[in-house]
């Protein structure tokens, strides 16, 4: 298999990410389109999942339905008619979606409920997370008293950094870093009830938010697989790593190859690269309530 990357005629390319990329349709306007890359410890891998990009697209156009209420967002449509005419292809309009243009803040606003990844990591070094002063005791994967919100700075290059609210304080001002948390703790609270509607466990995701005509807007994408941390009710227990439904199926592989986490990105067998795909259809499906070959129908 072979990348795939992206093209729009017509539209200039403005920013490719790790899986990402963004196109200007107007002043106003970006058209947002997303790959079937996969980036694991901020390494894109040579080999696409098939439909990831589409499932990311259209997991997020429902999130941000879900999430309206809440306040502003950049989204728009990821409906094909609503597209620029040179996106309504097959291929693009179902990984496409059209967003108002944002000044981004540069941070990663990061939400958890339960003690997982390098939260549990820092817990066990620390007794805390993101300045938190968590109980003893603790065991991995166990819900926390209360989510709690634990930032860290956006990197163009390399990873980002966990940083305290202090930190984030001085960098954005404590004004909008309280609001920064506000809006997150909010979005996960509604995020988790309907994951846990649906038997899933929202672990711990990440949001954005950029300013859009002086208002505080949620940006990019939210509450996917590649953002988020969700696990099955059903399998959830204490005291180990739950199987999740993102890419942790990847990085636990890739992590048991021995790879030392710098590029090149080792080659993934056909059994990963299928499963990988089953757990982000999976998600989608679990969440919206949806069959994923009716959503293929959609573009």
Same mark, same amino acid.
């Given at each position: ?26 002043? @106003?306007?970006?058209?947002? %389109? ?8 901020? %390494? ?12 990311? $697209? ?26 620029? !005419? ?12 059209? %967003? ?18 390098s939260g549990w990591a820092e817990y066990r070094r620390e007794g805390m997370v993101g300045g938190h002063r968590l109980p ?16 860290? $700075? ?6 980002? !950094? ?23 703790l909010a979005a996960y609270a509604a995020g988790a009830a309907t994951a846990e509607a649906t038997g899933l466990i929202l ?11 002086? !208002?505080?807007?949620?940006?990019? !994408? ?29 990085r636990d592989f890739v992590a048991a190859s021995g790879w030392t986490k710098e590029p090149p990105a080792p080659t993934l ?8 795909? @089953?757990?982000?259809? $999976? ?17």
């Open positions: 298999m072979t990348m795939v990357r992206s093209s729009v005629e017509g539209l200039e390319l403005i920013h490719r990410g790790k899986v990402r990329e963004t196109y200007l349709v107007d002043d @106003e306007r970006l058209l947002l %389109v997303a790959t079937d890359r996969l980036s694991a410890f901020d %390494v894109v891998f040579g080999q696409p999942i098939p439909d990831k990009g589409a499932v990311l $697209t259209r997991l997020s156009a429902w999130w941000f339905d879900v999430l309206d209420p809440l306040g502003p967002t950049h989204f728009i449509s990821a409906d094909p008619g609503d597209l620029p !005419e040179v996106a309504r292809t097959p291929e693009l309009a179902g990984r496409s979606m059209l %967003v108002r243009r944002a000044t981004r803040i540069d941070a990663e606003c990061v939400v958890r409920g339960y003690l997982a990844g003893p005791g603790l065991r991995e994967a166990d819900r926390l008293p209360k989510p709690i919100f634990t930032p860290s $700075t956006k990197a163009e290059v390399g990873h980002d !950094e966990n940083i305290t609210r202090d930190v984030l304080a001085e960098m954005v001002g404590s004004d909008l870093a309280g609001k920064l948390e506000e809006r997150s672990a711990d995701t990440k949001f954005e938010f950029g300013w859009i005509g002086g !208002e505080l807007a949620l940006i990019d !994408e939210v509450l996917t697989p590649d953002s988020s941390r969700f696990w099955d009710a059903a399998q959830y227990r204490p005291g180990s790593s739950p199987p999740s439904f993102d890419k942790q199926y990847v067998p056909p059994a990963v690269i299928a499963g990988t795909r @089953e757990r982000y259809v $999976t998600a989608y499906e679990r969440l919206t309530g949806r069959r994923w070959q009716d959503a293929e129908g959609l573009a």
